[in-house]
């Protein structure tokens, strides 16, 4: 009896479900992360959550990636409508034909740095010295990382390199068979502080003045072309989703973790949400909404690229290439 | 007709090595075709021919890169080979053994090995065990199965007719069974050694500073799709050449055997 009764419940809700979309007739998008769920995308499960994207008539499907790469090949392929990825590697990719742009950037102060458990007194460069620092290869860190040592002083025989992927970088650090490992303050560390219980002190690049944009919202320049319109009420309700989310970090949390409940600790994802929002602000433009990314921030994104991340510089163009304003509230 | 017979060409085209090399290029015209037929762009597939120059312009790097990854291949099947095969015969020859061990085994290779890849170097740290290990994993098990099929199909008139001739129990295995079980040894040992190259890609993507993995990673990194595909066709030429060195052995040990009375036929 009770069986059956669930059975109607669960068709009339789907018959609702169904009836409303219908009605309304929404821009269905799909929106594809940088990777797995963590408190760096928690205000867009908040903007989710409270109806943002709804009330711009935009249905909105979160997916998960696995890695910025992939996110911006499925964008430039048209499985994804929106990539929220690494804006540096959709500069490599799109400088290579990927038909991409980005059309907001959400990170415009760089959180990558290298760190350490805070007990191990690694706090300024120097300290790196006869260290083990764990790194992927390849990854945009990695790249960046030489001038890094340049700008500190410091030189690769200073200290000892391992390779590995993602998760073995974090290993590695966990177990002790490194001391440091490059990564970004609201994702490496808050992860290790999870696995650990321990605190992290992290070094941040742009405190030694390297800075580059991060993650930002990407998408396929024939789509851009073809509906504007969609664009642009997307990207009003990403920016009201990225200020509610910094002013209140809590609720944002709690909707990530309502929504995919494996995807942190509410306590620590607090903590990275809150770093999170403080990368919302680039060097050049303080008083910008989110999303709205500065030219001379971006100029000096691309001439990084050029001298260090392997971006070949006849093929480059102009930093105006591969972003737009126009599209943002 | 005798195969002398025919003109020159046609025997060249028609020679066992010829038919895959023909194959292969006809794949590479249809890949280049595809790519132009279809405009599919660059960062998606890249063409034959930047392949071909990444091949030419890093060859000495994917050289290097080759060899590291050829090592921990090499270890870890010989781990595979010196394991797999002692513990076949527990298996084969005692009933009590096979049902401790058998499920266990499967139940093993059943284990995904990339997902456990990264505790490897938790484990073993960041040298070239934890790949030989992952090699290992990978192609321990064809070699057991193999060999136990091998050991248990031996004809039951054989052993008689060697045990009415008072044959001793070693001589019977060395004259009987083990050679009767040579073919299914080496059916498992070619499973064995392309899969262990798998496995010793695996090892150094998720933690190595060598190696044809660490290679990819860079590459992926970097949307080098060219130097990627390179690096994929070096790492199934180390699966064919070794794949080709077991059956040049194979041929050494058991040359009366039904797949190889037909000269040079089946490789590759």
């Known amino acids: 009896m009770f069986k059956r009764l669930t059975l109607i419940a669960a068709a009339l809700v789907c018959a609702l479900a169904g009836s409303t979309a219908f009605a309304q007739a929404k821009d269905k998008v799909t929106l594809m992360l940088n990777w797995y769920t963590y408190s760096e995308h928690a205000p867009l499960y908040l903007g989710l959550e409270r109806g943002y994207f709804a009330d711009e008539g935009i249905d909105l499907d979160i997916q998960e990636g696995r890695g910025s790469g992939v996110t911006i090949q499925a964008v430039a392929a048209g499985t994804a409508t929106f990539g929220y990825a690494d804006i540096a590697t959709m500069i490599k990719a799109a400088s290579k034909g990927a038909p991409v742009i980005a059309v907001g950037v959400a990170l415009q102060t760089s959180p990558m740095s290298v760190m350490g458990f805070a007990d191990k007194n690694i706090r300024k460069p120097a300290d790196i010295k006869g260290k083990t620092v764990a790194v992927t290869p390849g990854d945009s860190m990695s790249q960046v990382w030489p001038l890094f040592l340049k700008k500190t002083g410091l030189k690769e025989t200073d200290f000892t390199t391992v390779s590995g992927d993602a998760q073995t970088k974090l290993n590695a650090v966990m177990t002790g068979k490194a001391d440091l ?102 060097p050049d433009n303080p008083k910008d909404r989110p999303l709205r990314v500065g030219a001379k921030n971006m100029q000096e994104t691309l001439t990084l690229l050029e001298q260090y991340g392997g971006l070949d510089k006849a093929t480059a163009g102009k930093a105006t290439d591969y972003y737009t304003n126009a599209y943002l509230p | 007709m005798a195969p002398n017979a025919r003109p020159l060409w046609k025997r060249v085209l028609l020679s066992a090595w010829a038919r895959p090399v023909l194959l292969v290029i006809l794949l590479l015209v249809m890949w280049d075709l595809t790519i132009r037929i279809f405009r599919i762009p660059p960062y998606l597939i890249p063409t034959p021919w930047a392949v071909v120059q990444q091949l030419v312009g890093e060859w000495p790097k994917l050289w290097r890169e080759g060899l590291v990854t050829t090592y921990a291949t090499l270890g870890g099947f010989g781990l595979a080979i010196a394991f797999g095969i002692p513990m076949a015969l527990f298996i084969a020859y005692s009933r009590t053994i096979e049902s401790f061990v058998y499920p266990l085994l499967v139940f093993s290779q059943s284990v995904p090995k990339v997902a456990i890849a990264p505790l490897f170097v938790v484990w073993f740290g960041f040298g070239i065990f934890p790949k030989i290990i992952c090699a290992f994993m990978l192609g321990f098990f064809p070699i057991v199965v193999s060999t136990v099929m091998g050991f248990k199909s031996v004809e039951p008139d054989m052993i008689d007719l060697a045990r009415s001739m008072k044959a001793s129990k070693l001589s019977t295995f060395m004259r009987i069974r083990f050679p009767q079980a040579l073919p299914s040894i080496f059916a498992g040992l070619k499973v064995s050694v392309t899969l262990a190259v798998v496995g010793a890609v695996v090892g150094e993507f998720v933690g190595s500073n060598s190696g044809i993995g660490y290679l990819l990673q860079i590459a992926n990194g970097n949307f080098d799709l060219p130097l990627m595909f390179a690096g994929l066709t070096v790492l199934s030429g180390i699966g064919v050449l070794l794949f080709v060195v077991v059956d040049v052995v194979e041929r050494l040990l058991i040359p009366w055997h039904a797949s190889h009375r037909n000269d040079f036929a089946a490789t590759a």
């Not at chain 1, 073809?226 to 990225?242: G, I």
């Not at chain 1, 949390?253 to 602000?281: F, N, Q, R």
């Open chain 1, 181 to 282: 490992l490059l990564g970004y303050v609201m994702d490496q560390a808050i992860k290790l502080q999870d696995g650990a219980h321990k605190e992290v002190y992290p070094i941040r690049f742009a405190d030694y003045g390297v800075n580059m944009v991060s993650s930002g919202i990407v998408v396929q320049k024939d789509y851009l072309k073809a509906h504007p319109d969609v664009v642009k009420r997307f990207l009003k309700a990403a920016t009201r989703s990225l200020e509610e989310g910094a002013k209140d970090p809590k609720a944002a949390v709690d909707a990530m973790l309502k929504a995919k409940p494996k995807s942190g600790v509410e306590d620590t994802a607090l903590v990275g949400m809150k770093a999170t929002a403080k990368l919302y602000k680039g």
